[in-house]
């Protein structure tokens, strides 16, 4: 049997015998018929919100960030944003008065052979440029529990803010996209890292949207900094859109979440003494720290002191100095359980999501 993994750019052929093939997980799903039409439809019928451009016309914004995701997530931007652009210009907005914010995290800024890769022309019509977790930030309070808000000036200080992203299963959150432009996307690193020090606490987990602590914290984030719009697509392996939810931040969020998970969620086959675990393709198996993901997965999936395999590029390695030091510096998982039952959470040493 031949079984095709994405790998960097490419699809690699794997042969195993047919008799060893105990399932292949993953889902198939097939493209929206027409992805112009399925983007425009979501945003002309909008989730408990009105339309972008009356919005726009109501509010009469002097300027509009508009939050996307770093180069970590596929999502076919030039189709998505000229979309939403037309329903923002449409509006009333100038164009000069639009801005797009990489919404990186604690990530590495894109560089911009990146920016032009992903948005094509848009990177010569707009202003595009990278959050940075450790500079230009304002405090916005204190959040349920204690933690304390850091984000983004630029984004704070816009009239509107639209965020644009794709929803996808997340080992902490639950689920990707909607809330988590704004946090951890354009939040402060110290903000990030007391959120993501709760990955074990009860209720944390792929699918959990509810009593989940992370994403709890996320959503009263988001919308303490005030997101106007939202805007969120379903992928196929192929990084085809699906599907296209838009509208209110948490409603049309959540409304993405329930479809996510009813084509996403798979028969699981019974343990396996090997378990082969694809990372995804670029830009997913970039590095270590990303393509780690997929071992989360395939990790459900193997027997007691089984193996799994890990098919990822990782053209920049382990992708963070510091989990690439503790990697390093860590003979055995023992070691790296200990480091974390010692030190705690620390941002960039432990794969978190």
């Excluded at 018929?33 to 509010?59: D, F, M, T, W, Y």
Aim: net charge negative; proline share 6%.
């Amino acid at each position: 049997m031949e079984v095709l993994f994405h790998y960097g750019r490419q699809a690699v052929p794997i042969q195993i015998k047919d008799h060893n093939v105990a399932g292949i997980v993953g889902p198939d799903l097939p493209a929206a018929g027409n992805r112009r039409e399925e983007i425009e439809k979501s945003l002309a019928n909008p989730i408990a919100s009105p339309g972008l451009q009356e919005i726009v016309r109501k509010k009469r914004p002097d300027s509009i960030a508009i939050l996307v995701t770093d180069i970590s997530r596929p999502i076919p931007y030039q189709e998505l944003l000229e979309a939403v652009l037309r329903e923002i210009l449409a509006g009333g907005a100038r164009k000069e008065d639009i801005f797009f914010m990489i919404a990186t995290g604690a990530h590495r800024p894109n560089t911009k052979t990146e920016i032009h890769e992903v948005f094509d022309s848009l990177a010569d019509r707009y202003s595009f440029m990278n959050h940075d977790c450790d500079r230009d930030l304002v405090y916005l309070g204190t959040l349920t529990g204690g933690a304390e808000l850091y984000v983004n000036k630029r984004v704070a200080g816009a009239g509107m803010v639209i965020t644009t992203g794709c929803i996808l299963p997340h080992n902490l959150a639950g689920f990707s996209g909607g809330p988590k432009l704004v946090m951890p996307g354009v939040a402060g690193r110290k903000t990030i890292e007391q959120n993501h020090s709760m990955m074990t606490g009860q209720g944390v987990g792929p699918g959990k949207t509810m009593n989940n602590p992370i994403q709890d914290m996320i959503m009263e984030a988001a919308q303490r900094v005030g997101v106007d719009f939202s805007v969120n697509v379903i992928l196929n392996e192929q990084n085809e859109i699906v599907k296209c939810f838009a509208g209110e931040l948490k409603n049309s969020w959540l409304a993405g979440s329930r479809f996510c998970q009813d084509i996403y969620r798979q028969t699981l086959p019974g343990p396996e003494e090997v378990v082969i675990a694809g990372a995804g393709g670029y830009p997913r198996d970039l590095n270590l720290y990303q393509a780690a993901k997929a071992l989360v997965n395939g990790a459900r999936l193997v027997k007691p002191g089984g193996t799994v395999v890990l098919l990822a590029q990782c053209q920049e390695g382990l992708g963070e100095p510091l989990f690439q030091q503790w990697m390093e510096q860590g003979k055995t998982p023992e070691d790296v359980v200990r480091r974390f039952e010692e030190q705690g959470f620390v941002l960039g040493g432990i794969r978190p999501t």
